[in-house]
């Protein structure tokens, strides 16, 4: 038995010709409500900056740093300026670190793993990430940072700096 959350609703959104949006919710209990928002409605603009404001903020939290940020998220503008909501992924993975990292620890398919670790809370996620293991995969996928950069720099500085040194 697999340890994974069920979803209590899903939603699926419908943009009427007129404008707007209708969302229809249907919850696992059977119950189905209907959310809908003309773009008159005062509340429309407040619903539309959050939408791009959380936009923003994901797609620069999922940057390495923060020249990485500045330019997905221009590529995110630019890609609003062309009626896109998303872009294409960069070649890369669509699983977290965290998820390859599992799947490889245990031997099974991306799919399986990402099924896994959505099914696991933000806690329990938190505490697989900082597990020796877990964590030791995950710094390899992600690759050598910039800071570790910097610190062979230093490092190599302070190895010149030393031969040079007098007793």
């Known amino acids: ?20 949006f209708v969302h229809t919710l249907k919850f696992t ?7 809908a ?32 940020a500045v330019q997905k998220v221009l590529n995110l503008l630019e890609a609003f300026d062309n009626g896109k909501w998303s872009l ?6 669509k699983y977290t670190p965290l998820t390859l990292a599992l799947a490889e620890l245990k031997g099974i398919s991306d799919a399986e793993a990402d099924k896994i670790v959505k099914g ?21 996928i992600k690759g050598k940072d910039e800071g570790d950069a910097v610190l062979d720099d230093l490092l190599a500085d302070g190895a ?8």
């Open 1 to 20: 038995m697999s340890n994974s959350k069920q979803a209590k609703v899903t939603v699926e959104t419908a943009h009427p010709e007129g404008g707007g």
């Open 29 to 35: 209990n059977g119950t189905t409500l209907v959310h």
């Open 37 to 68: 928002v003309d773009p008159d409605h005062e509340l429309y603009h407040q619903y539309a900056a959050h939408g791009d404001k959380a936009k923003i903020l994901a797609t620069a939290n999922s940057a390495s740093d923060t020249d990485d």
């Open 88 to 93: 294409l992924g960069d070649g890369g993975s």
């Open 120 to 140: 696991l809370t933000k806690s329990q996620q938190a505490k697989l990430r900082g597990t020796e293991r877990i964590s030791g995969i995950i710094a390899r």
């Open 160 to 167: 010149e700096d030393a031969s040079e040194r007098k007793p």
